[in-house]
């Protein structure tokens, strides 16, 4: 399996990004697609999860109501629209696939590559 992360940049306070992740090598439908990110300084964190039957989608507390996680199983992609940034959402975003829904990241057996995300003030 290979992701392929991109859409990160640079954008002020209050824009809006949109990352995709591509999805190959596997069956797409049979994995849990996640987004983490991860600052200078500190451990990768979760930030939202979509279950591979559709049936959980959940974010963390930090992002919930700014972000939001979608999911095409006929193009393999999974995306992470963000609005309303904010200069602390400033990190590598990476995106993960894995067997079941999860937070914690050692659950997660495919990584992408990570893309950059800056939020100037």
């Known amino acids: 399996v290979q992701l392929q992360a991109s859409g990160g940049g640079l954008v002020q306070a209050g824009g809006s990004l949109r990352l995709s992740c591509a999805f190959s090598g596997g069956t797409f439908s049979d994995n849990a697609m996640a987004w983490f990110r991860r600052t200078p300084g500190q451990e990768r964190e979760f930030v939202a999860a979509y279950s591979r039957s559709a049936d959980i989608i959940d974010y963390s507390d930090s992002v919930k109501g700014r972000f939001t996680i979608s999911r095409d199983n006929a193009k393999n992609t999974v995306a992470l629209q963000m609005n309303s940034l904010k200069p602390e959402d400033t990190a590598v975003y990476y995106c993960?696939?894995?067997?079941?829904?999860?937070?914690?990241?050692?659950?997660?057996?495919?990584w992408g590559q990570g893309t950059l995300v800056t939020v100037s003030s």
């Open positions: 993960a696939a894995g067997p079941i829904f999860a937070y914690r990241q050692d659950l997660y057996s495919y």
